[in-house]
């Protein structure tokens, strides 16, 4: 357990806001760069000072009681005071599985316990904010503090649950990360290997390799105070045939909207989805709840997205263009599964 007075000494507060990204579309290309995966998981700063451990999340929200063996694993180490910045992830099926991931968030903490033996959680180490001497690192640079990370994590001797990320100085090893992800990476982060630790600021860089996808629209949502539509609910056809929701896409122009209304009104007939179907707010998106309007699955829309998290998009969709060449019945969950091996990074890391 945390204990305020023991971590409140650190010269690096448990309270700091972790360096941010900023997101672009095409990795650096000139030198000075070091390039790292950007791992599927919770973001995490890990506190140590004598026997206490802390763990926050990117928020600044507390994750030490949804992870009691990251706590126990660090609590154990033998260096001691630290800060690390690094992911928490949960291995599923040789890769990461966020589902599993967000399945620790839970207020029961029998539940916790037993899920925590049965799909321990890893911690992925990519940055030190704090040595083992007790000094802090924030303003040296990343080279610096990548060094004092490597002499920490052969310090802790391969502990079970602790990993080291890699990194490369070559835009087209990272570049190949990118093309290997499959779901499995975030993308790929690009750092200035001069550059001191930003508390709270995107002084890095962030690509991500987005997917597309072709989906059938099984209802829509009004935009609020409305009675245009404002967001396209979207489907797929799963194994017996049924329609699933699986996400929505809300990117509709204001010049688009009033004749999208009337063409999807024409459209409203139950169930609209046969499967699963919409709810309220979700672990995976800030989509608002209220009542929505089946339609008849006519209309296929192609949207662009990130992640899949078990049945669904995690977060909202771009909608990219309207399918009337393509039938409602060719939109399976084909479209949106994952190859069958493994990302080569990813069990390359699990393996070391």
Partial sequence: ???????????????????????????????????????????????????HVDLRAKSGKPLTRYFPEIVAMLAHLKPSPFVVDSELAIQAGG?????????????????????????????????????????????????????ALERFFKSAR??????????SLERDEAERWLDDARGAL??????????????GERGMLKVKRLRTADCVVGGFRYETGSR??????????NAEGKLDHVGFTANISDKERPALTKQLEALIAP????????????????????EWEPVKPKLVVEVRYDHVTGDRFRHGTKLIR????????QCTFEAIEPAGRPPKLVAKLLDA
């Avoid at 030198?31 to 026997?51: H, V």
């Avoid at 245009?228 to 056809?237: C, H």
């Avoid at 309207?322 to 019945?329: E, H, L, N, Q, V």
Wanted: hydrophobic content about 35%.
């Fill in 1 to 51: 357990m945390a204990n305020p007075s023991s971590l409140a000494s650190l010269a690096v507060p448990v309270g700091i806001e972790p360096m941010e990204a900023k997101l672009v579309t095409e990795l650096p290309e000139e030198s000075g760069w070091q390039f790292e995966p950007k791992w599927d998981g919770f973001r995490c700063l890990a506190f140590r000072a004598g026997d």
């Fill in 95 to 147: 890769t990461l599985s966020f589902d599993a991931l967000q399945m620790r968030i839970h207020p029961a903490e029998s539940r916790i316990k037993k899920l925590a033996a049965e799909t321990p959680a890893t911690l992925i180490l990519f940055d030190m904010l704090l040595d083992t001497n007790g000094k802090s690192l924030i303003e040296q640079p990343l080279k610096k503090r990548r060094t």
């Fill in 158 to 167: 391969n502990a079970e649950g602790l990993k080291l990320s890699p990194y």
């Fill in 186 to 199: 975030d993308g790929v982060v690009a750092k200035r290997s001069d550059g001191p630790y930003l508390p």
């Fill in 228 to 237: 245009e539509v404002g967001s396209l609910l979207l489907g797929l056809y």
């Fill in 271 to 290: 169930p609209g989805f046969t499967g699963k179907t919409p709810g309220g707010p979700s672990r995976w998106s800030t989509e608002r709840s209220g």
């Fill in 322 to 329: 309207f399918r009337p060449d393509k039938a409602p019945r």
